[in-house]
Structures are given as structure tokens and as C-alpha cells.
């Protein structure tokens, strides 16, 4: 079984600073992909970055990048130059090797960017 | 493309009803899922269909049926209504091919239910 951890409830960060929200996770699987998910007030889930774990290279995606560290099992997002429009929750999720596509979700962090 | 779409955007069911909550692509995505998502919490999987005629279980799977007879279709039925059901529903989609392009779940816009 997958199991996704955000250990962060909350954050603040100031407009214009960067912020990391962190991830980790445990799997038992070889191939897996990590995705970030952003959920602003409105309800509806925008996809933001991928990382695939055989993917050498940091994912990154305009502002957000992955910070991987397979070692580890951690998947942190990277924001950089935090805008007030980044304030939403987000959410760190797995999708296990095979066919069957599913997702499994962490529990979220609230991001609130401060002007 | 309208992506992916669900009916109603909300509801209010009273304890015992059934209801069936609709959910739609146009994208001719493989995978469909249906999450619910509960304050504090994670998205959970619900029930999921790698293609026509193909379904399984996810992770809370009590308390719904799902059937998929055409690609672009999934809908969610709900037996009979309980409280532990409040929730807001999201259905997604995905193409099943291998890695690349096309990774990412499509999710719909949610639905509100509310069991009194």
C-alpha cells in the first residue's frame, strides 16, 4: 500500500518569497509517479508538476519545481516568488506502477501567501 | 473540449435516498475515478475503470456503484444516502498509457452533497 505524509497543515510566506511545502512518501513499488495538485478556494484541482521516479532530473514547471530526493522518499514543492493568487491548498500524490492509475492523496497544506 | 464534467454541482439528499451522480469526458480518456474529498483529508478513491465494461474498487468503495458502458461516461450511484456520505465528489480522468505525455489525472469541478 502507498501512504502520502504532508506534515504541514499550514504555512505562511511572504509575497514575493520563495516556500517549500513537504512531502513524503513510502511505497514499495520501483516505479511511481509523484504529481502536485493546487486547490484554490474555488474547489477545482489544477494539476501543477509531475516527477516520475526514474526521472533524473528535478521536475519543474515555470515557478514550481520538485525537489526529489528518492533516498529519502521526499517529494517537496518548490515556489518561488510566491504570488497572493498561489494562497489555495495543496495536495502531494502517488501513482503506483501497473495499469491502474489511481491516486493516492496526502492530507494537504494550506498555503497563505501574506502581501 | 469541456474536459471533464460532473452534474449536479450540488445536492441535498435526506437519509435513505439513492441518487446517481453523473460524470463525463471528452477527452477519450481510458481511466476514470471517482474521489470523495472529507474536511481535514486527502482526496480517497471511490471506485475506478481502466475502460468499457471495467471496474474496481478504490479505497472507500461502501455505500456506491459505479458501471462504465461507454468511454466518455461514469456515473456514481449512491444506494441509500447516509450522513457519513456529506462530502464533496470528484471525478477524474487519465489516459492509461505508459510514461510520457499525459500523466496527469483531469479532474472535474466537484459536487456538494449533503445527507440529512
Known amino acids: 500500500a502507498q501512504k502520502i505524509t504532508q506534515t504541514q497543515p499550514g504555512m505562511f510566506v511572504q509575497e514575493k518569497e520563495a516556500v517549500t511545502l513537504d512531502c513524503t512518501y513510502d511505497t514499495s513499488d520501483q516505479s511511481y509517479g509523484l504529481f502536485w495538485y493546487k486547490q484554490p478556494s474555488s474547489g477545482e484541482m489544477i494539476f501543477l508538476i509531475y516527477q516520475g521516479s526514474y526521472d533524473e532530473q528535478n521536475a519543474t514547471e515555470g515557478r514550481y519545481s520538485l525537489n526529489f530526493q528518492k533516498a529519502r522518499k521526499s517529494a517537496n514543492l518548490v515556489i518561488s516568488a510566491s504570488q497572493l493568487g498561489d494562497s489555495a491548498m495543496y495536495f502531494c500524490a502517488m501513482r503506483p506502477s501497473g495499469s491502474a492509475r489511481q491516486l493516492t492523496f496526502g492530507s494537504g497544506t494550506q498555503l497563505t501567501v501574506l502581501p | 473540449n469541456a474536459g471533464v464534467t460532473q452534474t449536479p454541482k450540488f445536492q441535498v439528499l435526506k437519509t435513505g435516498q439513492s441518487m446517481t451522480l453523473q460524470c463525463a469526458q471528452d477527452?477519450?480518456?481510458?481511466?476514470m475515478s471517482w474521489y470523495r474529498q472529507d474536511p481535514g483529508m486527502g482526496l480517497r478513491l471511490i471506485h475506478y475503470s481502466v475502460g468499457a465494461g471495467i471496474t474496481d474498487q478504490g479505497e472507500v468503495p461502501n455505500g456506491y456503484n459505479v458501471s462504465r458502458s461507454t468511454t466518455e461516461d461514469f456515473p456514481l450511484r449512491l444506494l441509500s444516502a447516509a450522513p457519513s456520505q456529506t462530502s464533496v465528489y470528484f471525478c477524474?480522468?487519465?489516459?492509461?498509457?505508459?510514461?510520457?505525455?499525459?500523466?496527469?489525472?483531469?479532474f472535474g469541478p466537484g459536487t456538494r452533497l449533503t445527507v440529512l
Open positions: 477527452m477519450n480518456h481510458e481511466y
Open positions: 477524474a480522468s487519465s489516459y492509461s498509457g505508459s510514461a510520457g505525455g499525459g500523466n496527469e489525472q483531469f
